[in-house]
């Protein structure tokens, strides 16, 4: 027998770093965008 559970929960501890990383690429690009939260949502500012 496999235990296929503990090889599956690794394999999403890897995909949600994977994510985390793919997160902070985005946030950094966004910090030139300023966020105005209006209605419960965010709307982006774009700033040049």
């Known amino acids: 027998m496999i235990d296929r559970s ?4 690794n394999n999403d501890i890897n995909d ?3 994510l985390f990383q793919i997160q902070d ?4 690009k966004v910090k030139k965008q300023s ?3 209006e209605d419960g949502q965010y ?4 700033t040049q």
């Not at 503990?6 to 929960?9: H, L, R, V």
């Not at 690429?25 to 950094?28: A, E, G, P, S």
């Open 6 to 9: 503990s090889s599956e929960d």
């Open 25 to 28: 690429k985005l946030i950094k």
């Open 16 to 18: 949600n770093k994977k």
């Open 43 to 46: 709307y982006f500012n774009e």
């Open 35 to 37: 966020y105005t939260f």
